[in-house]
């Protein structure tokens, strides 16, 4: 199982995932990478943080791994690499989970925007915090300290600046597929969503529901952007149900 992280500033597979590792690798070989240009994976001079360097280095990743095929599970921005890999790779990818993700042509939200325009301020971590969970009990003053840290470290700080710098629609359209080929996308999909996602608004899964031509749409009420962690139990139990046909026996 692939899992790959969304685009918040001071983000990590680690940040985004630690509540679910233990759960999932009772059943799976769980693979979480640092995307690059966040967290702690190295950034090389001259990268290009566009969709297709950022797919190709998710392929060099199976490859060293020497996994010919996964399934995978893509959070937010994490959905549109997802997306690329089946689409692109389809020979790769078993089936995908979806989670409020981006990657299909529309107008940028008021939420993302906000998202990719903070900075390493710490008062502009917590309000954007605030926009990812709907149970505001969730951001302790240490939980958006380790954010506003990682965010402020030089590398961190410089990457974010070039991969999500205005104008930000522009960013989002360079990580959609056009409908086309989403209509051809040959995978079972499982779409996750919360209702009250400020950041990627639950219409945007409907309307990929109505691309893709094989998948399911689970909304969560009571929830926003991380469903990973204010749904932690009822995301791996329908994940775990939704691969297991296609993932074979656990080990």
């Not at 107008?107 to 709907?134: C, K, N, Y």
């Not at 300290?145 to 359209?173: H, I, S």
């Not at 989403?182 to 639950?202: A, N, Y």
Request: some cysteine.
């Amino acid at each position: 199982m692939l899992l790959l992280h969304g685009s918040g500033p001071g983000v990590s597979a680690w940040a985004n995932w630690r509540g679910t590792f233990d759960a999932l690798a009772d059943r799976y070989r769980v693979v979480a990478p640092d995307i690059v240009g966040f967290g702690y994976t190295q950034r090389p001079v001259g990268f290009r943080y566009e969709l297709d360097a950022w797919t190709a280095h998710l392929v060099g990743v199976l490859d060293a791994l020497e996994l010919p095929r996964v399934s995978v599970v893509g959070n937010s921005f994490g959905g549109a690499l997802a997306l690329a890999l089946a689409a692109e790779h389809p020979e790769r990818v078993n089936r995908v989970v979806l989670m409020g993700a981006v990657g299909m042509r529309t107008s940028i939200s008021p939420g993302l925007e906000q998202v990719w325009s903070t900075t390493a301020d710490r008062a502009e971590m917590e309000a954007t915090m605030r926009l990812f969970a709907h149970d505001p009990s969730r951001l302790t003053p240490d939980l958006i300290n380790l954010r506003t840290a990682a965010a402020a470290r030089p590398e961190a700080d410089q990457a974010w600046r070039v991969m999500f710098g205005p104008p930000r629609q522009a960013r989002l359209d360079a990580l959609a597929q056009p409908d086309e080929v989403l209509r051809t996308v040959p995978q079972e999909f499982l779409l996750l969503h919360g209702r009250e996602d400020q950041v990627i608004p639950v219409e945007w899964s409907v309307r990929l529901s109505h691309l893709l031509p094989r998948n399911d749409l689970h909304v969560f009420g009571r929830c926003g952007h991380w469903v990973q962690i204010e749904a932690a139990k009822r995301f791996v139990r329908l994940v775990s149900d939704f691969l297991a046909p296609a993932s074979g026996p656990a080990g």
